[in-house]
């Protein structure tokens, strides 16, 4: 294997495992962040159990998916070293804002939250996870706005002479109608993550509680856990279905490829069907896919709203891009990975309406359940929405080849600026120096995978402590002012 | 005054920031084997003088990073691209390091703490001794082409000039955790740092004093000699105030050493941010820059939010400016792998409608079985 393809494998590999992490990261601070709300406002104890135990989840899946992100930032510059000379004038900015606008207001505050429990007020404290949680969102928002750059440059221009992108439209770069689509729908792919993750864990403690003959406690703590997190399940599926038709309309009018890829749509074609089911050859041949089930109609109402309209096919495309950008280079993407991750992406949704709808069901009017297929629809549920994030990164990224920077030959996007994957490796990396780097990550990604499984679980079948005291300096019996007393008492937190 | 040149001063502030944070936390970090060695309660101590401060630390590499790619993208591309396999190599120890301090406290299990532990001194000594041979690199200059590409291969890297430049960032940073922890430890630990610092303050002063100098007489320019004179005016503060135990003194002399050893690094760069051995192929702040329209933008975003950050970082230290001493640390908070023993878990216990009782003895026994070693 080439530089290129070892290169592009490493980030593939490195970015997916990191969005194992990111979206429940994302996802999970708004929701940890409401449960202490609930528990200051109510002074109820058990939303402080809750916030405790979905709390250490967050931070055991927080700490890897900060870690495995400074990877993120340096693996431009190291593998990618041609795309960042090309790009950096743009692409950076975002880069940096990230960093002070966002990573500096998470990673203090978390260390706030995490050790403030006994120093902070309760209500200073409890703003230092909403701030966590904006944070997470912001820095979710910026890396969007880079990633939404290279599908669809604007606010920059192509300097001839040094053969580089340049910004000239910081507002246009960062009101990018692709972030602008992206956005919304990676928070709410976030919160559907966190959502399902809150109501899956708190669904099987439930029937769990109630098989052991705790009808209390499966009442008073796991019912209002799994209420929260199919609220949370149902507000950003309809979110999701919303910001994905809208995103999907705005990928065929800028990347056309990329859906008619997805859609394996071979010839030029009004009112396009959406396939369901197809078989390909492996050869990439458009013409070698044969469509099992179609829904007629369909594919053209996604993309423009009505069932008749036109749409390019494959071959068409290709022709033009031959005639825009040269001829000798394969403009299409690999149609099976394009076709299926598209399909799994959406496909995955389904583990999550299925628990939202058993949830709905067994706990209708106040009820708990001890219905063994209600906890084990929610184990079932609780990974789908990771893989379904990760099938769409696959999809987003995939589909964009051969480009890096895609052209975006199209009213909203300049023209001009562009590039092709395989000219932003890095040429002084060898193959060697890849590979040594690419299998140091693996077995390192591999072996935190591991740990990081069974953290959780281990934390997960722990269940959520029987009781919690107050640990707020309000709570506090002892006399604040007196040093002696605040010298020798333990800390609430300590690693 | 011109953007490239705010801009090359924004940078050299940004790695200032991390590493005399980040440095005080990596020698914590690589002391943990030396000053922990006697029990875990000593290195809970170690750690958790660190505990709330050492994420929002790291951040100020990314931001270095994120801002070095935004207003010099040909010398992130370059210096990434050619200084591959120590950034590799920094990359793996921090990671490790991350998920080590998160990760230690929540399993309760020796062999379990052993290995964090191991990943938080590995995790810590790889990126102190790297960075100041990368850095070494940067300021004796390195081999780029034409194309401003590194080809100078990983091997040159490893001269003795960098190699020495390593001893000094690790030196550094021990001294600077050791003298960390003595200001912000209470009781043995406390004194065993105090007593550290003063043993490694005289050969830090020797090492730092002669890569100095061979640093300003090879590669800097005059007015650098004032940074060489602050950092040695600083480490004759060190030894001093370590040997009488001036905890407050000692840290400042260190923070000070740390700043005055990236003036002379930057300083002897500028206008160049990466010397080729050919100058005609130097990265300098005019060619490896961006444009003036995105350094424009930048400035701004950098003046609006980096006070900010000072502020509440600042805040920060400030909440958990107290001492942290062996009595205040908590039982672990840790669970064990083997799950509770069943009649522990409360099924036996818990009867519908006894509520809290059941509970609480549920509790009691389940606390029981997990600090027994082998509880089935």
Known sequence: MEALDLARWQFGVTTVYHFIFVPLTIGLSPLVALMQTFWVRTGDEKWLRLTKFFGKLFLINFAIGVATGIVQEFQFGMNWSEYSRFVGDVFGAPLAMEALAAFFVESTFLGLWIFGWDKLPKKIHLACIWAVALATNLSAFFILAANSWMQHPVGAILNTETGRAEMVDIVAVLTNPTVLAAFPHTITAALLTAGTFVAGIGAWWMVRTVRRGDVDLARTVYRPAVVLGTITML??????????????????????????????????????????LAIGDLANDCDGVSHLIEIPGMTAFLATGEFDAPLDGVHDLQAQYEEKYGAGVDYTPNLAVTYWSFRLMIGMAAGSALLAVAVLWFTRRGRVSDNPWLARIALAAIPTPFLASAFGWIFTEMGRQPWVVVPNPNPSGVDGVWLLTARGVSTVVSPAMVITSMAAFTLLYGVLAVIWFKLMHRFAVEGVADSEHDPSPEARTDDPDDPDSAADRPLSFAY | MELTTVWFLLIAVLWTGYLVLEGFDFGVGMLLPVLGRRNNTDRRVMINTIGPVWDGNEVWLLTAGGATFAA????????????????????????????????????????????????????????????????????????????????????????????????????????????????????????????????????????????????????????????????????????????????????????????????????????????????????????????????????????????????????????????????????SVGLTFARRAPAAAGVGTRRPGDGGAGIAAGSDAGSDATDRPTAS
């Open chain 1, 235 to 276: 507000v950003a599926g309809v979110g999701l279905g919303v910001t994905g038709d809208w995103q999907a309309k705005l990928m065929f009018v800028q990347q056309p490829m990329k859906m008619a890829a997805a859609e394996a749509l071979c010839e030029s074609t009004d009112g396009a069907a959406f396939s369901i």
């Open chain 2, 72 to 331: 010099f993208p040909e010398w992130y591309a370059t210096l990434f691209s050619g200084f591959y396999l120590p950034l590799l190599l920094i990359l793996l120890a921090l990671i490790i390091r991350v998920v080590a301090f998160e990760w230690r406290g929540k399993i309760d299990d020796d062999r379990w703490r052993a290995r964090a532990d191991l990943a938080l001194t590995v995790g810590s000594w790889v990126p102190a001794v790297l960075w100041g041979v990368a850095f070494a690199n940067i300021v004796r200059g390195v081999e780029l082409d034409a194309d401003h590409q590194y080809v100078g291969g990983f091997v040159a890297l490893l001269n003795p000039f960098a190699l020495l430049g390593g001893a000094v960032t690790a030196l550094l940073f021990l001294t600077h955790g050791a003298v960390f922890l003595a200001l912000k430890s209470a009781g043995d630990v406390r004194e065993r740092a105090g007593a550290l610092a003063a043993h490694i303050a005289p050969v830090t002063l020797a090492v730092t004093a002669a890569w100095a100098v061979w640093a300003q007489l090879a590669y800097s320019v005059a007015w650098t000699w004032g940074a060489v004179g602050l950092a040695a005016a600083a480490l004759l503060v060190l030894v001093r105030a370590t040997r009488d135990r001036r905890e407050g003194w000692a840290f400042v002399a260190s923070a000070v050493t740390i700043v005055a050893a990236v003036v002379l690094i930057f300083g002897s760069l500028f206008p160049d941010v990466m010397p080729a051995f050919d100058p005609a192929h130097s990265l300098t702040v005019t060619n490896a820059s961006s444009t003036d329209y995105t350094l424009t933008v930048m400035t701004w975003v950098a003046v609006a939010l980096t006070p900010l950050v000072l502020l509440y970082q600042g805040w920060t230290y400030w909440v958990f400016r107290k001492r942290v001493s062996a009595e205040q640390i908590p039982a």
